[in-house]
């Protein structure tokens, strides 16, 4: 099956920083999505983006789906954005699974 | 329009026991599928439901099953409880089949086995 892994598995930010987050995977996909787990436990839809690059606030997205990695920006950190970062794609060979990559745990201190 | 439901947000049983889940999709939404969080494995597939049949399944031993309503509600079922399977259980829904949409996740519940 497809292989998912996500870089760097942890990362500690001051406040107003800037980082990515590194998704590879080992086949096509026909799905990727970038989430963000809450302290809480839910899982927050950040971008759907098998391909291309999307923007929303200080939030950007880029999938090189011919490369098989996406990257997620994220601008200006603020605490709040502390949490689990997770990748999960579909392949083009699936049945209907989606597969999640291990996480980045970011802390943003004030 | 209103988010993924999922009920109840925490239980705890014992080893043996049997527990029953619930998730209620977003309205139009007719693909539910079923996850199980640990610290240990990660986010893990357990199956996908589209129009009341099951589509695909994870492995997971027959302990776990889940059917969905014709509402597009779904259960999921945990028989003879291990301590293993203290989890957090994610229900995500959208609205077609096969993951090539936007997958919206709820809140989880927060399953104990003692």
């Known amino acids: 099956g497809i292989q998912v892994e996500q870089s760097p598995p942890d990362l500690i930010l001051q406040e107003g920083a800037n980082s990515t987050l590194r998704c590879n995977f080992s086949d096509s996909v026909n799905n990727l999505q970038w989430f963000h787990q809450n302290p809480w436990g839910q899982l927050i839809n950040l971008f759907y983006?098998?391909?291309g690059t999307k923007q929303n606030g200080r939030l950007s997205a880029t999938t090189v789906a011919t490369e098989r990695y996406s990257l997620l920006y994220i601008s200006s950190s603020q605490t709040t954005d502390s949490g689990v970062y997770f990748c999960a794609v579909s392949w083009m060979d699936s049945s209907y699974k989606l597969i999640f990559g291990s996480g980045t745990r970011l802390l943003v201190r004030p | 329009k209103a988010g993924v439901t999922q009920t109840p947000r925490y239980l705890i049983k014992t080893r043996g026991q049997q527990v029953t889940l619930s998730c209620s999709p977003i309205?139009?939404?007719?693909?539910v599928s079923w996850y199980q969080q640990t610290p240990g494995q990660g986010l893990q597939f357990l199956f996908e439901y589209f129009s009341e049949t099951q589509r695909n399944k994870g492995n997971f031993p027959g302990r776990f099953s889940g059917r969905q309503f014709s509402n597009s509600r779904s259960e999921m079922n945990v028989s003879t409880l291990e301590l293993g399977d203290s989890a957090l259980y994610l229900c995500a829904s959208s609205l077609s089949l096969g993951f090539t949409d936007t997958q919206y996740f709820g809140p989880g519940t927060r399953l104990t086995v003692l």
């Open positions: 309205s139009g939404h007719r693909s």
């Open positions: 983006i098998p391909s």
